[in-house]
């Protein structure tokens, strides 16, 4: 049973920081793209950070760039996101995904909340 568990989410000051984790059980996130989105209300889903499986490079949206870094333990099978300089439009549900092409296989933690107010 597949199963991606995010923590670390909460309140914080505009200009702070928290590092999201999720946790990973029943896959092997060695063999997946780890990827985080974010939603906030009333606007789309949006990839945040991706990561990959193959050559370990990374991508991160326009909006959070120098601010955000994805990274992964494959060992703790457990992937991050630090998250730096925080904004109040980084208000969201963060939700850690894992995505295979082949075989195609997409995965989806329960999402946690980060809130960004003065």
């Known amino acids: 049973q597949v199963q991606l568990v995010e923590s670390g989410g909460g309140l914080v000051q505009p200009g702070g920081s928290l590092r999201l984790t999720c946790a990973a059980s029943?896959?092997?996130?060695?063999?997946?793209?780890m990827n985080w989105y974010r939603q906030a209300p009333g606007k789309e889903r949006e990839v945040v950070a991706t990561?990959?499986?193959?050559?370990?490079?990374?991508k991160y949206a326009d909006s959070v760039k120098g601010r955000f870094t994805i990274s992964r333990d494959n060992a703790k099978n457990t992937v991050y996101l630090q998250m730096n300089s925080l904004k109040p439009e980084d208000t969201a549900v963060y939700r850690c995904?894992?995505?295979?092409?082949?075989?195609?296989?997409?995965?989806w933690g329960q999402g946690t909340q980060v809130t960004v107010s003065s």
């Open positions: 995904n894992a995505f295979r092409e082949w075989p195609t296989s997409s995965y």
């Open positions: 029943g896959l092997t996130i060695s063999t997946y793209h």
């Open positions: 990561h990959s499986s193959t050559d370990s490079s990374t």
